[in-house]
Nanobody, 121 residues
Framework: QVQLVESGGGLVQPGGSLRLSCAAS????????MGWYRQAPGKERELVAT???????SYADSVKGRFAISRDNAKNTVVLQMNSLKPEDTAVYYC???????????????WGQGTQVTVSG
């Protein structure tokens, strides 16, 4: 079994900051890419940021310069630091990880349960 558990969402005023964390646990041999996606009401889920096992990060154009993704490979965690938040950042944010459960296995994609981020005020 593999689980991704997110934390850190909430309500924040425009211009504020939030820090989302995601921890992977269970039967894990290794984790390739990790990332954050979001889904706003009535919209499709979209990529926010990803980070490779080596630490290379990429971002959606809408969050470049405001959000920063990082990971701790020893702890199997990924963090999304969100600054200068805007109302259009309001969404449910999902953690994603490509996880290999065994030395000989291919990676499979796992998702967290989602955490609500609301920018209003």
């Amino acid at each position: 079994q593999v689980q991704l558990v997110e934390s850190g969402g909430g309500l924040v005023q425009p211009g504020g900051s939030l820090r989302l964390s995601c921890a992977a646990s269970g039967n894990i041999f290794g984790i390739d890419a990790m990332g954050w996606y979001r889904q706003a009401p009535g919209k499709e889920r979209e990529l926010v940021a990803t980070i490779s096992s080596g630490g290379s990060a990429s971002y959606a154009d809408s969050v470049k310069g405001r959000f920063a993704i990082s990971r701790d490979n020893a702890k199997n965690t990924v963090v999304l630091q969100m600054n200068s938040l805007k109302p259009e950042d309001t969404a449910v944010y999902y953690c994603n990880a490509d996880i290999r459960r065994y030395r000989w296995s291919f990676s499979s994609s796992y998702w967290g349960q989602g955490t609500q981020v609301t920018v209003s005020g």
